[in-house]
């Protein structure tokens, strides 16, 4: 009698990982382009706009309420579990619509796209990662759409909580949602060293 074993690692978990590792060497690589063309040049760096910090605030915000969500999943608490997922995306909506309003403090200055290479590279990097927080904004929504279309009795609510699949893209979500915060990080202070030294 065959028996299959179950593999160690979900299939989901080595593929979002492969995703994560491409990603990161995206933006190192565009990292390092943009040190060699100062360094290259000699361009003096450019002052980030407030607003890129403050839209720091914001994705941290939506790390820590997703979090919230992942845990009110555990303890099966339906009504906390929607809100906090609402709330990540409120936030995540609001990351969107600062970023373009920090693109436009830049404008102000008349810093546009071909201002200078250190320009250009500003308004991509940031461009590059708003579409991945972009890829991202589908999955919260369906996770919220799907909350409210299936957590209607008691019944379907043990149901809901209780399917490992759910929980699993849940946490693939989670991952890529902390990866994608601890990213902005990065390329906050990246930019923010880089003008530091003149």
């Known amino acids: 009698m065959s028996t299959t074993k179950k593999p160690v690692l979900h299939p989901s978990y080595i593929v979002l990982t492969l995703i994560l590792l491409g990603i990161t060497s995206l933006f190192l690589g565009l990292s390092g382009s943009y040190l060699y063309q100062r360094v290259q040049s000699g361009a003096p760096p450019i002052e980030l706009p407030s607003l890129f910090y403050f839209n720091t605030l914001l994705l941290l915000g939506s790390s820590l309420t997703l979090i919230m969500a992942h845990k009110m999943y555990l303890e099966d608490n339906t009504r906390a579990y929607q809100s906090y ?110 003008y530091l030294i003149k």
Not at 117 to 136: E, K, Q, T
Not at 168 to 193: A, C, E, M, P, V
């Open 85 to 194: 997922l609402v709330v990540t995306l409120i936030l995540t909506l609001a990351f969107l619509g600062f970023q373009f309003l920090a693109w436009n403090q830049l404008q102000n200055q008349e810093i546009f796209v071909n201002y200078s290479n250190m320009a250009s590279y500003i308004y991509l990097i940031s461009a590059v990662h708003l579409l991945h927080v972009l890829a991202g904004i589908p999955f919260i929504a369906f996770f919220i759409y799907d909350s409210y279309k299936k957590m209607k009795t008691p019944v379907s609510v043990l149901v809901y909580f209780s399917d490992p699949a759910k929980k699993r893209k849940l946490t693939l979500l989670s991952w890529y949602w902390h990866f994608l915060d601890g990213l902005w990080i990065y390329l906050i202070l990246f930019f923010f060293i880089n």
